[in-house]
């Protein structure tokens, strides 16, 4: 084979690539490790749920630990995505992963009563958790074939939602034993992660190609094909210019962008605000306990949970596109029955339990279709940039849910509104809104990308006219 040709020729033999052993080893190193950093940023509610009465904190004390994660989340998005598009994928989840481990670890060390130093490494945790999801989105969209992408990228997304279960699991059997300090401690087990990443994680190809770095992009597919250097295609026209790295880029294609941003806004403050009130609303239908009301709650989590996997299923025989505009309007839909049929039974059974199952579903599940739909229709070079503008909007819209919840509930606490029978109605009808603007931005803003191949620079995918297939064919 010659030792010349053009990328689109290494990377069409890279996209050839079967799932053999070599793949789904790192599949499973990206799956554990955005387990394991979803551990370390879940654990903290539950740590604070035991220090805020030894340490006699505030309310706002309290919040200040457990909103800084998320700020700094919202803060390394946006640093990780660009540093990630100039640096390379696997440098900064290396990073990143120590960074989450070492600031999670460090609050086991926090002096009695400190909570400005907690509140001060809950912000270096949420800083590391963007590092290490900015660009393991942007990693497994350009290490899967085009064939498989659809589902195997919306999968993974699968193991975030883990990372919150093996949280739980651990806080209800280690707490008694260890105390909150230990369970704290248990954060460092990420590093392990960093060490595995460092050795065994491939770096992209295709970011090594958008990079112009082709001797190094030849022997990443040597490897991942198994075959010998030189009967792999070795590019030889560099870019025109070094690829930049400022997040203006992403403004360049404000088609896109805004679908960026009112997506992920629009579902994070939904699904947020579902999470936010649901268990208190049930516990003032039910009239049960609050203890009780999450016990009904399990089953609205566990619908978001299962419809990661299934809506993740759907994509790979419909196309992102119509599985987010379904993710949008079907929960808009629910969210209304919620609003109006709150006091309702069917069999004896509240509508608003069967309402919020099916909203969560949907909602919620629709995540793993959008997480990587959206480095899909921004394309290699910046990929990045735009996974950490999604988690940026995702951010946002966790704080803005409550926010204005609480403006609409009239509470005094813009923090955790108190749900009322009253403001139930509005309430929900907000959501609704929000999950509707999600499926319209499917819908009028949102190309395609199921079954085309990942677009390297500044090309965007076309929309394909009705009724027909894009360029790959669909699985």
Not at 365 to 384: F, K, M
Not at 426 to 437: Q, V
Request: glycine content about 12%; charged content about 10%; aromatic content about 10%.
């Amino acid at each position: 084979m010659t030792h010349t040709a053009r990328s689109e020729d290494l990377l069409a033999a890279y996209d050839r690539a079967p799932l053999d052993r070599r793949y789904w080893i790192t599949f499973c190193l990206l799956a554990v490790g955005l387990a394991l950093d979803f551990f370390d940023f879940i654990i903290v509610s539950y740590l604070v749920a035991v220090v805020g009465p030894q340490w006699h904190l505030t309310y706002g004390q309290g919040a200040a630990m457990l909103l800084s994660g998320g700020f700094g989340a919202i803060v390394g998005a946006l640093a990780w995505g660009s540093f990630s598009d100039a640096w390379g994928r696997k440098n900064l989840l290396v990073v990143g992963t120590f960074i989450c481990a070492a600031g999670s670890g460090a609050i086991a060390l926090v002096p009695d009563g400190n909570w400005i130093l907690f509140t001060v490494l809950r912000f270096v945790v949420g800083v590391g958790l963007a590092g290490c999801t900015t660009p393991i989105t942007a990693l497994i969209v350009e290490l899967t074939p085009t064939r498989h992408r659809t589902f195997i990228t919306g999968f993974l997304v699968v193991f975030a939602s883990l990372g919150a279960l093996i949280a739980a699991l651990v806080a209800a059997t280690l707490l008694g034993l260890l105390g909150w300090r230990g369970v704290a401690a248990v954060g460092v087990v990420p590093a392990v992660m960093g060490l595995l990443f460092l050795f065994f994680l491939p770096e992209s190809a295709r970011w090594l190609v958008a990079k112009g770095r082709f001797a190094e992009a030849q022997a990443t597919v040597a490897r991942t094909l198994g075959l010998p250097l030189d009967q792999v295609p070795l590019p030889s026209t560099l870019p025109a210019s070094e690829p930049g790295h400022s997040l203006i880029e992403l403004l360049a294609q404000p088609r896109l962008f805004w679908l960026t941003v009112i997506t992920w806004m629009g579902v994070a403050t939904a699904i947020y605000g579902v999470y936010l009130w649901g268990p208190t609303i049930i516990a003032l239908l039910l009239k049960i306990p609050a203890a009780q009301a999450a016990h009904a709650f399990v089953y609205v989590t566990l619908g978001g949970i299962l419809g990661k996997v299934l809506l993740s299923l759907l994509a790979q025989k419909i196309g992102r596109k119509r599985v987010g505009e379904i993710q949008g309007y079907v929960a808009a839909v629910g969210l209304v029955i919620a609003a109006l049929c709150f006091p309702l039974t069917i069999g004896g059974f509240p509508v608003f339990i069967l309402a919020l199952v099916t909203t969560v579903f949907f909602l919620d599940g629709g995540a793993s279709n959008l997480a990587p739909y959206i480095v899909e229709v921004y394309g290699v070079r910046l990929g990045a940039r735009s996974a950490g503008l999604s988690q940026a909007a995702n951010g946002v819209g966790k704080i803005l849910g409550p926010l204005c919840l609480a403006v609409i509930a009239g509470a005094d606490n813009t923090l955790s509104p108190q749900a009322t029978a009253d403001a139930v109605l509005p309430a929900f009808l907000f959501l609704g809104a929000c999950a509707l603007a999600a499926g319209l931005a499917f819908s009028f803003l949102g190309p395609e990308t199921h079954g085309q191949p990942l677009v390297q620079g500044h090309e965007e995918h076309s929309v394909p006219p009705d009724g027909l297939k894009p360029a790959e064919g669909r699985s």
